[in-house]
């Protein structure tokens, strides 16, 4: 039987809470096996296949992120009337954005993209219950402004095997990150949340596994004046043997947005 394939971009945003992340585990809830799960459904006998753009950690959300869907023999004809079934029946946690054809050369792994994350978090107090999902609490106080220095020092080309989890002799760690730098949290509001609240924002091609994470402890780290800024620039240069011994927590940790070049 002539199997002729249909290519689509879809964009979805997520609450990651409840999740182990995007790919599919055995014996465990994922966002790619409720998009399947939820794509199987609304097809029917339609035969389907996706492909995410990257994986994202258990607990890790998105404001924006993508998958690759491809439809054997039968197109999408009416997108609005797919967004809003497919919307119905996705769990409330995960909501779909848009869907566009794409050709066979479209390819969502390998086709440069440029990823912007957010990495939001409060520092001094212990913040409400609800806030948990989306931001994470640093109960000792914070030198904001050191913690601000440093975020800029991660700029650039720079050797980044420390912010590697499980980093090998075998890997490439020379990565490029375009812009690095912390703000007062003006994008994420509710009225739970508390008064003063700070967002890291990163945005580069490619990043490693819990690179962000490896990052964002430096900077706790940092703040509490365990490291130093020199500590920071040490740890980037090409003759670095440190390796980072915390891992930010993963909840406060967002892909924001996902732009294809």
């Known amino acids: 039987m002539f199997n002729k394939r249909f290519y689509y971009l879809i964009k979805i945003q997520y609450l990651g809470y409840r999740f182990h992340g995007w790919q599919k585990q055995p014996d465990v809830k994922t966002i790619h096996l409720m998009i399947d799960r939820t794509l199987k459904y609304i097809l029917g006998d339609t035969r389907f296949k996706t492909l995410g753009a990257g994986r994202t950690d258990a607990m890790v959300s998105a404001n924006e992120a993508a998958l690759e869907l491809f439809v054997y023999n039968e197109p999408i004809t009416d997108f609005a009337s797919f967004l809003e079934l497919f919307n119905y029946n ?3 946690d995960i909501r779909a954005l848009s869907i566009k054809e794409v050709d ?3 390819n969502i792994i390998q086709d440069s993209k440029i990823k912007e994350y957010h990495y939001v978090f409060s520092q001094g107090q212990k913040n409400h219950p609800f806030c948990a999902p989306i931001l994470t609490t640093i109960l000792e106080p914070l030198n904001i402004n050191v913690m601000k220095a440093g975020a800029k020092l991660f700029e650039g080309s720079h050797n980044f095997k420390t912010y590697c989890y499980k980093a090998t ?3 490439e760690y020379h990565r490029t990150i375009d812009y690095c730098e912390i703000v007062d949290n003006t994008i994420y509001k509710a009225n739970f949340f508390p008064q003063e609240s700070y967002v890291l924002i990163i945005r580069g ?3 490693m596994r819990n690179q962000i994470r490896l990052m964002m402890g430096c900077l706790i780290k940092l703040g509490r004046g365990e490291v130093t800024l020199d500590y920071i620039e040490e740890t980037l240069k090409n003759e ?3 390796v980072m011994d915390y891992v930010a927590p993963a909840s406060g940790l967002i892909l924001h947005k996902l732009d294809f070049e």
């Open 104 to 106: 066979e050369n479209f």
């Open 205 to 207: 091609k490619g990043f």
């Open 90 to 92: 996705l769990p409330q």
């Open 169 to 171: 002799d075998k890997g």
């Open 240 to 242: 670095s043997t440190e």
